[in-house]
């Protein structure tokens, strides 16, 4: 499956953003879905996760209360509402997907990564 992130860009703080991962390839419901990001000097860390197979959402600790990860079988394309941004919520933004359909908080056990949006949020 192939992944490509968008919506990324530029927002002042309290601001909102929505990223999307549109998949190709095969359909999503065939791989949890999970949102990380990264920023310089940080180790990639988890946003949220999402399967298909009815378990409520992961979130990082960091976002709790303030994204929401969703998805689109019919688009094929995964969401992350970001609400309430914070500068340190600057990053980029990666979109991946594990063939274990069990959403993790682990990178490592995702098997596909999109190339990453830059977000940026100014004070």
């Known amino acids: 499956v192939q992944l490509v992130e968008s919506g990324g860009g530029l927002v002042q703080a309290g601001g909102s953003l929505r990223l999307s991962c549109a998949a190709s390839?095969?359909?999503?419901?065939?791989?949890?879905m999970a949102w990380f990001r990264q920023s310089p000097g940080k180790d990639r860390e988890l946003t949220a996760a999402i399967s298909w197979l009815g378990t409520p959402p992961l979130y990082g600790r960091s976002v709790q209360g303030r994204f929401t990860i969703s998805g689109n079988d019919a688009k094929n394309t995964v969401y992350l509402q970001m609400n309430d941004l914070d500068p340190d919520d600057s990053a980029i933004y990666y979109c991946a997907a594990s063939k274990q359909r069990r959403a993790t908080m682990t990178a490592n056990e995702y098997d596909y990564w999109g190339p990453g949006t830059q977000v940026t949020v100014s004070a």
């Open positions: 390839g095969r359909s999503l419901s065939n791989y949890a």
